[in-house]
Structures are given as structure tokens and as C-alpha cells.
């Protein structure tokens, strides 16, 4: 019998990877790779926008960042990593996180409509945030 073992890909704990977790995980916005490599270079004036991309993909493929892709032309990342759902205002654009349940039994309705097995879900709810409405109240 032969026996295929796969090995585990690493990745390799470099300073660019802790400066960019640390710029992710040091603010509660979704950010572009863009304005992430804006924070790097703040500490590693020599990093390149193709390194913080690299990493930033390598990161997320691992499950140590979450890679967001709402529509539009740029992806945004975040370093929280749990389930969680969004809000994107129609207004300004701003992404915000929503905690807690939406429907506990959304899973079962969809598997049982469609015959789907659903591990997991994520919802983004749209709308007018409540400093845009307060701002269209003025």
C-alpha cells in the first residue's frame, strides 16, 4: 500500500506578514490592500504594494485573514476571522460588521428548499447608516 502524505504548506513568519496583520487587526474598517500598504510602509518604508498583496493572499488562503469581495472592483480584508455578518451603506460606502444571529434556522430552510448542504453563510445587508441619515436630515 502506498501512502501519500501531503504536506502542510507553511508559510513563513517574515516581518512584512506581522506588520500587516498588525495594520489589519488595529482597526475595526474593512480596508483595501491599498490603504493597508499605505500603514506598512508607515514602519517598513521598503515594502512593496506586490509583497502586501502576496501576503495578504497568502494570509487570507490560510484563514488568518478574511478577504472580502462586495461587487466592486477592489477587494477589502479584515482580520477578524469569526462569524459575522455586514452592513454596507448605500451613502457612503463605510462597511460595518453586524454581530449576532440573523436567522438560526436559515441553513435548514435553503437545504431543505434546494437540497443543498450548507455549511455556512454570509449576509450583507445595504442600506442608509446612521450618520448619512442623520447628515440627510440636515
Known sequence: MIVIIKK???L???????????VLRSTNSHPTALW????VR????????ATVYRN???LAG???VLELQFGGPLSHFEGRTDK????ICDSCGHIFD????????????????????????????????????????L
Request: net charge positive; proline share 3%; glycine share 8%.
Open 36 to 39: 493597508i500598504y499605505d500603514g
Open 98 to 137: 453586524v454581530d449576532g444571529p440573523v436567522d438560526g434556522e436559515l441553513n435548514d430552510q435553503i437545504a431543505q428548499k434546494t437540497g443543498f448542504k450548507i455549511s455556512h453563510y454570509r449576509l450583507v445587508f445595504y442600506g442608509i447608516c446612521r450618520e448619512c441619515e442623520l447628515a440627510l436630515r
Open 84 to 87: 459575522h455578518n455586514h452592513f
Open 42 to 49: 508607515r514602519e517598513l518604508p521598503h515594502v512593496s504594494l
Open 12 to 22: 513563513k513568519h517574515t516581518k512584512q506578514k506581522e506588520v500587516i496583520l498588525r
Open 56 to 58: 495578504l493572499r497568502q
Open 8 to 10: 502542510r504548506q507553511m
Open 62 to 64: 490560510r484563514g488568518e
